[in-house]
């Protein structure tokens, strides 16, 4: 079969009983982790705007996609995450996997701007072939990977492009204590305390000003860490 079939079918084929239990089972654990294991604490769930959206946060752990589906007490099926595809899909037996838990859209970080364009591209169309669900949305995180230093790095535009093309809005979010708990490099997280902090929408605009996008982004990102005492 081939292979963008293959992966478009992940993504947005209805589950089968078996993927919907192994969802609901995942989600049992997480959350429990994140009640015991991991305490975690939230603020600003009230900012959340009606489904679809696109949860926008910094990135230093495996922990932080899963943090913000626990954090906003919906269901983990109703997010879907845009993964790096030479991380998550090498192959397909790696990408099923990870599918058969969570939602998965692949997404490139190739040093080619023709790779990376066409990635972008068809990462909209499974997005908005996702979202033809209205109760559902989107995570993404705009560094494109981990940081190992715990500090927000440099932002892609890539974001700014999704939401205009999707017209949904953008939550920016902040992940508080995710790379200590378990940083990259780490195999198993240790036990330890994580935020969640949820900023107010931002709305694409109809000028399409994705440079200012990205900006009001980060500005609300880090404007949220200063709020949470880093």
């Not at 508080?176 to 330890?192: E, H, I, N």
Request: glycine fraction near 10%; charged fraction near 15%; proline fraction near 7%.
């Amino acid at each position: 079969m081939n292979r963008d079939v293959s992966v478009s079918r992940m993504v947005t084929e209805p589950s089968s009983r078996h993927a919907a239990f192994s969802h609901r089972a995942f989600q049992w654990f997480v959350r429990g982790a994140f009640r015991f294991y991991c305490p975690l604490r939230v603020t600003g769930r009230e900012n959340l705007p009606p489904m679809p959206f696109i949860f926008c946060s910094n990135h230093a752990s495996h922990l932080d996609s899963f943090a913000l589906m626990t954090a906003t007490g919906l269901p983990f099926g109703s997010f879907g995450m845009l993964a790096a595809s030479d991380y998550f899909f090498r192959n397909s037996i790696i990408g099923r996997w990870f599918s058969g838990l969570v939602h998965m859209i692949p997404i490139s970080r190739s040093a080619s701007l023709v790779d990376r364009a066409a990635s972008l591209n068809g990462a909209i169309l499974l997005c908005r072939s996702f979202l033809a669900d209205p109760e559902r949305s989107l995570i993404l995180f705009p560094e494109g990977t981990r940081s190992v230093t715990g500090e927000t790095g440099p932002f892609k535009r890539g974001i700014c492009l999704i939401s205009a093309e999707l017209g949904v809005p953008i939550v920016p979010a902040y992940i508080q204590g995710s790379g200590t708990v378990w940083p990259k490099g780490r195999f198993f997280p240790a036990p330890g305390r994580i935020g969640v902090h949820f900023g107010m929408p931002i709305f694409p605009g109809v000028e399409r000003n994705h440079d200012a996008t990205a900006r009001s982004i980060e500005s609300g990102i880090r404007a949220l860490k200063v709020s949470a005492g880093e």
